[in-house]
């Protein structure tokens, strides 16, 4: 009998021990959570704003390191409009160099962060991360948005094109104004801005409007590469020529891609 009535209560003794210890440990677990968050150690990091959670799948952190996307299509088959040493040359010397170095930097400073937190958070990193880190993002997007035999755009990103330009000949002909006019090496643009609106722009080096210290901004729903790596064995010094032939490879479903995950990105 002594033993019937004991046995509860310990067992009740027990079991309230144990809750108690589930919600500190709980509470532990979620205070380490946060801090690591907010120190910025943690994994990929839930934050809020128009500028996050967008883009590039390829551009995890795979192991600790950022690796060369594949290319979707062979080093000729942009052929005749973009040459096959060019592609092959920039693919595999200029986009993989970004990648090498930007993941020497990362483990030299012991930064842990995805491609996209990078670039969106480029002026809270040294300079070389905002150079290699932006020209990992920019080549993984370029890449995309070009194909064999190009394509033309139809549905949503053909009616919003004409909307924001008026016609596709005059998207394209601004598209190219912007893309000559950046002065030495950079990227031309099209973007979906805060507001909403598509907008053409360019960037200097290897930045990109996703960065915080860009002067121009938006979410890319198409880049063009307009370094003279780019073009310089087929063109020599026309990029006009260049940027001409390059709509003959355009990828527009990948840009319609890109406008449905920005406009779902609140
Ligand atoms: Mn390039």
Redesign the pocket.
């Known amino acids: 009998m002594l033993f019937c009535y004991h046995t509860p209560k310990v067992i009740n003794n027990l079991k309230i021990k144990t809750m108690n210890e589930i919600a500190s440990s709980r509470r532990t677990f979620l205070k380490k959570s946060s801090l690591l968050a907010i120190a910025g150690i943690a994994g990929p990091s839930v934050s809020s704003g128009f500028f996050t959670s967008h883009s590039m799948p390829e551009s995890e952190v795979v192991d600790g390191e950022f690796t060369l996307p594949p290319l979707p299509y062979a080093y000729d088959a942009l052929e005749p409009h973009l040459d096959k040493l060019t592609m092959e040359i ?1 693919y595999t010397k ?2 993989q160099g970004y990648v090498n170095n930007l993941n020497k930097l990362v483990q030299e400073n012991n930064i842990h962060a995805t491609l996209d937190e990078l670039v969106k958070n480029a002026s809270k990193y040294p300079e070389g991360v905002r150079n290699n880190g932006g ?1 990992h993002w ?2 993984s997007m ?1 890449w995309k948005v070009m194909r064999p035999g190009g394509s033309s755009p139809s549905g949503k990103i053909s009616s919003a094109i004409a909307g924001a330009f008026e016609s596709l000949d005059n998207f394209q002909e601004k598209f190219a104004s912007a893309a000559s006019k950046r002065f030495g090496s950079g990227w031309a643009w099209l973007v979906r801005t805060p507001s909403g609106k598509l907008e053409i722009g360019s960037t200097p080096n290897q930045d990109n409007p996703l960065m915080d210290l860009s002067a121009f901004r938006g979410i890319p729903l198409l880049g063009l ?1 307009v ?1 003279e ?2 073009y310089y064995l087929k063109f020599y010094n026309k990029r006009g020529d260049y940027i001409r032939e390059w709509w003959n490879v355009i990828n527009w479903d990948q840009v319609a891609e890109n406008l449905a995950l920005a406009e779902s990105n609140k």
């Open positions: 920039h200029h986009h020209g920019n080549h370029f590469d370094w790596h780019a």
